[in-house]
Structure formats: structure tokens, C-alpha cells
């Protein structure tokens, strides 16, 4: 059984930082596109960062980019994202997504749609 689980999020002031963490199980972790989306309430739910696990690129939003760090402990099937200088706007329910199975032959989508399996998402705050 697919599972993902986010944890990690919390309440800072503004230009805190935060690590989140996502465990994944229940299908072969490396080679498979996740992702980190977003979403605030009344807001459509947006791309963070996508990787392709096991040691591939990370590619990341502009509203992010430079801010963040995505990485990974395969060992442990375990997806990060370190989020620096954050802002109000930051403030949204994080979630960890992969797509299973891999596709090998093909670039990672960035829609979320594309995404079959979600966690629970984490919750970050960040206060002015």
C-alpha cells in the first residue's frame, strides 16, 4: 500500500525557517517523480518543488526558488524540503506527491493533477 506522510510543518515569524519531511513506502522509492505543492485557503493548489528520487534534479518554483532546498535520504525513503527567509504568504498546507509507477522515459510533470498519491499534507504558518 502507497503511503506518504508529511511532517514538519509549524508557526514561525516571518524569515524563519523550516524543514519538512516526507516518508515514503509501499512501492519502490528511487526513480520515481514526487513533488511538494501547496495550497492556501481559497487558493488553487501550486507547485514547490519536483524531484525525480534517487539523486535526481530538483526543479522549483519561482515563488520559492532561492529559498529553497529539496533533498533526500533514499536509504530511508525520505523526501525534504528546507524552507528559508519565509514569508506570510508562504503560509499554506504543504503536501508530499508522487506519481507511482515510475516513467523512466518521460520529464517529471509539474501539474499536480499528474500526481497520484498524496499524504496528508503539514502545515505551515508564518506570521508577520
Known amino acids: 500500500q502507497v503511503q506518504l506522510v508529511e511532517s514538519g510543518g509549524d508557526s514561525v515569524p516571518a524569515g524563519g525557517s523550516l524543514r519538512l519531511s516526507c516518508v515514503a513506502s509501499?512501492?519502490?522509492?528511487?526513480?520515481?517523480?514526487m513533488g511538494w505543492f501547496r495550497q492556501a485557503p481559497g487558493k488553487e493548489r501550486e507547485r514547490v518543488a519536483i524531484?525525480?528520487?534517487?539523486?535526481?534534479?530538483?526543479h522549483y518554483a519561482d515563488s520559492v526558488k532561492g529559498r529553497s532546498t529539496n533533498s533526500e535520504d533514499a536509504a530511508k525513503n525520505t523526501l525534504y524540503l528546507e524552507m528559508n527567509s519565509l514569508k506570510p504568504e508562504d503560509t499554506a498546507m504543504y503536501y508530499c506527491?508522487?506519481?507511482?509507477?515510475?516513467?523512466?522515459?518521460?520529464?517529471?510533470?509539474?501539474?499536480?493533477?499528474?500526481?497520484?498519491?498524496w499524504g496528508q499534507g503539514t502545515q505551515v504558518t508564518v506570521s508577520s
Open positions: 506527491a508522487a506519481e507511482v509507477p515510475a516513467r523512466f522515459s518521460e520529464l517529471c510533470y509539474i501539474v499536480p493533477y499528474k500526481y497520484n498519491y
Open positions: 509501499g512501492y519502490t522509492y528511487r526513480g520515481v517523480c
Open positions: 524531484i525525480r528520487t534517487g539523486g535526481g534534479t530538483t
